[in-house]
């Protein structure tokens, strides 16, 4: 079953600008992760940020994360054209490790 | 960094017969492994968390008996899509993870199976 929603379903923007990502789940977490995934390829894991955080960067990267309200966001600044890909957010809950994946957001960066 | 590599990246079936797809952990030892599947412009659905040396634990509504799993070694699990149809067309992808809870998965590069 599918833990989260995301919003928007689909981005696109010009090189330079920034890009935000919305996430929403359901249940209690352990942590949060999100994925970026090109075309036809596997997963690569961006950001994980446990439940006991609120914030967390990664170079370009900036996830946030609000348990009260079940959502996370997930910031690209200065995108490029190589930022353009599908992102999800994945929820890790209980004690069995799987993560749950959210719908995913197409992000396409124009040059 | 930690590896997954999984074979074959493409593979075309006629309806009835079956194929193995396998998912090994390179440098690291890997005791779950989990299979998820992909439809075009949709998100990863979980099948089933593969366990080594034991039963693996399926997801509601995946049938077991169509998707065999084997885990047989600390590197190396299979997913068998068995008298495939066309219905089974999709994109399967296997994870795992090299440290305990509270990490990130690594990926395979996952397999594009086409059944005509």
Not at chain 1, 66 to 85: P, Y
Request: charged fraction near 20%; hydrophobic fraction near 30%.
């Amino acid at each position: 079953s599918q833990q989260g929603e995301e919003d928007p379903q689909a981005l696109s923007i010009q090189e330079g600008e920034n890009a935000t990502m919305n996430c929403s789940y359901k249940t209690s977490i352990n942590n949060l992760q999100w994925y970026r995934q090109n075309s036809g390829r596997g997963l690569v894991h961006l950001i994980l940020i446990r439940s006991n955080e609120r914030e967390k960067h990664s170079g370009r990267l900036r996830v946030t994360l609000d348990t009260s309200k079940k959502s996370s966001s997930l910031l690209i600044t200065a995108s490029r054209a190589a930022d353009t890909a599908s992102y999800f957010c994945a929820t890790d809950a209980g004690n069995t490790g799987k993560l749950i994946f959210g719908q995913g957001t197409t992000l396409q960066v124009k040059p | 960094g930690a590896v997954v590599s999984q074979h074959p990246s493409r593979v075309i079936c006629k309806s009835g017969t079956s194929v193995k797809i396998e998912c090994r952990s390179l440098d690291f030892q890997a005791t779950t492994m989990f299979w998820y599947r992909q439809f075009p412009k949709q998100s990863l659905m979980l099948m089933a968390t593969s366990n080594e040396g034991s039963k693996a634990t399926y997801e509601q509504g995946v049938e077991k008996d169509k998707f065999l799993i084997n885990h047989a070694s600390l590197t190396l699990s299979t997913l068998t899509v068995t008298s495939a149809h066309p219905e089974d067309s999709s994109f399967y992808i296997c994870s795992a993870r090299d440290q305990q809870y509270n990490s990130p998965l690594h990926f395979g590069n996952g397999t594009r199976l086409t059944v005509t």
